[in-house]
């Protein structure tokens, strides 16, 4: 089955600390996206990435890095720089503009 | 103003009842709209496009209203399992970026 594949589903940070997390997708999809998701709040888009080895900032991209070495994964580090981690965040990819995204089943963040 | 608004609702609807959303945009060069399903704690998930003609998907129908620039999503016969958040999504229009609305809780009552 093709899908996107986001882990770990849940993830605690101290303070300070940076953190990874994870995005895969086996769909052949050229584009993937990062957004965050706060309580009662619409997604805010992070980075996103159109082709391998290329990638662009987002509305709120402060405080985190990303990289795009291979078209399947996409991965999110959230840096001590982001100062209220603590969100739900959400992967996507898909083929283009016009088909809509494909999301993964999400990681929520927590700092302790 | 916001370049996609939702009324947040909750939009409280007995079962079997017919219920609208309606979601407007401010970009007029707007090209790609869709409607996505949020259960709680969960991702969203593309529940239909929406084209010019308008679109139907058994229950639900979708519509693009260009000239007043907002979507609207009828759900008929409502089930207790519709109850979720509609998120209205925005794309084009020389950008890159999909602009999700804040979306519209659903509960249906049994």
């Known amino acids: 089955d093709g899908g996107i594949t986001q882990s770990p589903k849940y993830l605690f940070r101290k303070e300070g600390q940076n953190v990874t997390l994870s995005c895969e997708q086996n769909?052949?999809?050229?584009?993937m996206y990062w957004y965050r998701q706060d309580p009662g709040q619409g997604l805010r888009l992070i980075y996103y990435?159109?082709?391998?080895?290329?990638?662009q900032k987002g509305d709120i991209a402060e405080g985190y890095s990303v990289s795009r070495e291979k078209k399947e994964s996409f991965p999110l580090t959230v840096t001590s720089a982001q100062k209220n981690p603590t969100a739900f965040y959400l992967c996507?990819?898909?083929?283009?503009?016009?088909?809509?995204?494909?999301f993964g089943s999400g990681t929520r963040l927590t700092v302790v | 103003r916001k370049e996609v608004e939702q009324d947040p609702g909750p939009f409280n609807v007995p079962e079997g009842a017919t219920v609208a959303f309606n979601c407007t945009y401010s970009?007029?060069?707007?090209?790609?709209f869709f409607w996505y399903r949020q259960d709680c704690r969960k991702e969203p998930k593309l529940l239909m496009s929406?084209?010019?003609s308008g679109n139907e998907d058994g229950r639900f129908t979708a519509q693009l209203n260009r000239a007043s620039q907002y979507i609207s999503l009828l759900i008929r016969d409502s089930k207790l399992s519709d109850s979720a958040t509609y998120l209205c999504?925005?794309?084009?229009?020389?950008?890159?970026?999909?602009?999700f609305g804040t979306g519209t809780r659903l509960k249906v009552l049994a």
């Open positions: 769909l052949n999809h050229d584009a």
């Open positions: 990435s159109q082709i391998v080895n290329d990638f």
């Open positions: 929406v084209y010019s």
């Open positions: 996507a990819s898909s083929i283009g503009l016009q088909g809509g995204y494909t």
């Open positions: 999504v925005v794309t084009g229009g020389g950008t890159y970026k999909y602009i």
């Open positions: 970009n007029s060069a707007s090209q790609s």
